[in-house]
Each structure stands twice: as C-alpha cells, then as structure tokens.
C-alpha cells in the first residue's frame, strides 16, 4: 500500500493492489529491458543511490545504480538501473555489460562521483570511453582538506577553472591555482593536481556542452525525487519492490525527457562524433606504429 501511495493512489483494495503491483512489474521490465538506440548514447551520467531493504530478518543497505545518457538525437533517456548489494567493482561492471547487451555503443564520456570501482569497470566494459569526476562532488573533498576559514578563498580560486573559454585556458588556470595553493596547502594542491585528468576530462568535449557534463548535477532532481518517493516507503519489503517503485519513476522521467527540448545540439554530437572517429584513427595509427 505504501508503494501505490506513492504513486498518488489510495482507497484500493488488496486485489487491486495485487493487480496493479503485476501490471507495474510488467511494465518495469518492458521498460528495463528495452533495446536502446542504435544511434549511439555519447555521453552518460551515473549515480548511486541507498535504500533499506529487510533482507533474511535483518534491515540492510543495498545500492541502485543509475544510468542516464543523451541519444543520438540530443534527447535524455533513462537507460537503466540496477539493484546490487553494494557498489563495487563487480557491480558497476555487471551494470555496464547489461547495457551494453542491449546495445549501449558510442559513449565518449561518463560523468559520475568516484563510486567505488566505477572506474575499473569502465576501463574494462567501455575501454573507448572517458570518465569525467563530477566537479561537484570534487569540491566537497576539496573542502575537507582545507581550514574552513580558508576555504571561500580556495572554492574561489577552484570556480576560476571552470570560467575559461577553451580547453587550452582551462589547462593553464588549473595549473595556475595549483601553483597558488601549494605555499601555503601543500596537501590541497597536490590531491588538486593528481586529480587534473579526472576534473577536467570534459575538456575533450565539444565547449557547448561542458555545462552539461563537468558534472552530475543535472540529475539531481531526478534523485531527490526518488528520494521523495522511497523516502514514503522507508524500509523496503523486498530488492523487487525498490525496483517496481524506483523502475517507475525512471519510466515517468524517461517519458518526461522525451517530450522535451533537446538536451544537446545536434551539432555538439555531430562534433563529438568527428572526435571519437579521430580518436580511433589515433588508436590505429599507433597500434600501427608499434606492430
């Protein structure tokens, strides 16, 4: 009952709930299992969630790893999730070859927060694509490490990075405030310099839509409202039940989405696209070079 409330309906009888509980499962699964496009998903974003569950008698944590991507039209869609014990690893790669079988092809980059193995399993399922570090996120461990009387000054000087106009300012600005740093927090600047590749990655994109990728902050709406909705439910019954209600509300904003303006120009993934195919001729010509 407190599954079908939150989905907005209320007064059913045990029956009803019944049915309405198979036709949702049946729906959640068209919807999970579906072929995605064959035109290709250029840039992902994944998240992770932890929900409650009663698992053997005992109340456990159990991760939903989320992945959303923008299509070969510039749409988002909502590709998949997955329940697993934890994040690990194993998991994000288990996630990712499920994907991939029904047709995941085409990324160039992945933007998450560093969840535990996420990298690995990228490097091994999706060798051709990057992984941008949610700068979001990055900022937050940033803040740790700096005296918070300090820290408007060093999240000042972080922001500048992220002011520049191309790929090549980026570059030297972020070098700048590493050298700025390090006098004075040695620590800070060198965590901020080994992490470079990971927080700037997006600068291999096309400009227009770094905004859109240098973090995971686009779908945190997305995640408050699971949040919203799961938060009704407390602790869930079962691992199907997380996925009959959070499928759901997947389904809803992949429905959403569609119906909205594009998310990327065509002529950003048009651009991309001539990247990813100079990418490849680079692999080519040195494999080519060490044979």
Known sequence: ?????????????????????????????DFRNRPLDPGGY?????????????????????????ATGVNADGYREMLGMHVATAESNASWKGFFQDLKARGLRG????????????????SEVLPDASWQRCRTHFAKNLYEKVPKTQWPMVSAMFQTIFQQPDAQSTWAQAREVVDLL????????????ESLDEVLAFTAA????????????????????????????GIFPNRESIIRLVGAVLAEQHDDWIQQKRYMSLTALEHTKHLMHRQGDDHGDHHQLTA
């Open 107 to 122: 990324v160039f980059l992945i933007t998450s927060d560093a969840h535990e193995g996420i990298q690995h399993a990228i």
């Open 182 to 193: 390090d006098p004075k927090f040695p620590q800070v600047a060198a965590y901020l310099e």
């Open 42 to 66: 250029a840039y992902l974003s994944c998240d992770a969630l932890t929900i409650k569950v009663r698992e053997g008698g005992r109340v456990v944590k159990c991760s939903v790893l989320l």
């Open 206 to 233: 096309p400009k227009p839509v770094w905004t859109k990728v240098w973090s995971n902050n686009p779908t945190e709406r997305l995640n408050r409202e699971i949040r919203r909705r799961t938060d009704v439910v």
């Open 1 to 29: 009952n407190d599954l079908v409330a939150t989905l907005g309906i209320s007064n059913m009888s045990k029956s009803q709930v019944s049915r309405m509980s198979e036709e949702l499962d049946e729906m959640v699964a």
